[in-house]
């Protein structure tokens, strides 16, 4: 499966911005589809998953009640929405898809990757 990160750019402290995942190449029914971003100390941070054939999304705590994951089922696309935007959430955001569905917040249980899409917030 091809995975393309876009939606990224620079907004303000306290902005919106809402980041698509498209998904092609295989059908994602027995997907989950996850975000992450790097981070002090940890290679990538987990920012939240979905399974793509219930819907079940799990949001990181440090992104709780600001981050908020959904899917567009004819598009094959996750998305992202970003409210409250903070400084340190300034990142490359990934997202990578597990092949299984399942929950997952180590990176290293997903399988394919894109190229990742850059976020930038100024104080």
């Given at each position: 499966?091809?995975?393309?990160?876009?939606?990224?750019?620079?907004?303000?402290?306290?902005?919106?911005?809402?980041?698509?995942?498209?998904a092609?190449?295989?059908?994602?029914?027995?997907?989950?589809?996850?975000?992450?971003?790097?981070?002090?100390?940890?290679?990538?941070?987990?920012?939240?998953?979905?399974?793509?054939?219930?819907?079940?999304?799990?949001?990181?705590?440090s992104v709780?009640?600001?981050?908020?994951?959904?899917?567009?089922?004819?598009?094959?696309?996750?998305?992202?929405?970003?409210?409250?935007?903070?400084?340190?959430?300034?990142?490359?955001?990934?997202?990578?898809?597990?092949?299984?569905?399942?929950l997952?917040?180590?990176?290293?249980g997903?399988?394919?990757?894109?190229?990742?899409?850059?976020?930038?917030?100024?104080?």
């Amino acid at each position: 499966v091809q995975l393309v990160e876009f939606g990224g750019g620079l907004v303000q402290a306290g902005d919106s911005l809402r980041l698509p995942c498209a998904a092609s190449g295989r059908t994602l029914s027995r997907y989950t589809l996850g975000w992450f971003r790097p981070a002090p100390g940890q290679e990538r941070e987990f920012v939240g998953a979905i399974i793509w054939s219930s819907g079940y999304t799990y949001d990181a705590d440090s992104v709780k009640g600001r981050f908020t994951i959904s899917r567009d089922y004819a598009k094959s696309t996750v998305y992202l929405q970003m409210n409250s935007l903070k400084p340190e959430d300034a990142a490359v955001y990934y997202c990578p898809a597990d092949t299984t569905p399942m929950l997952r917040m180590r990176a290293d249980g997903y399988d394919y990757w894109g190229q990742g899409t850059q976020v930038t917030v100024s104080p």
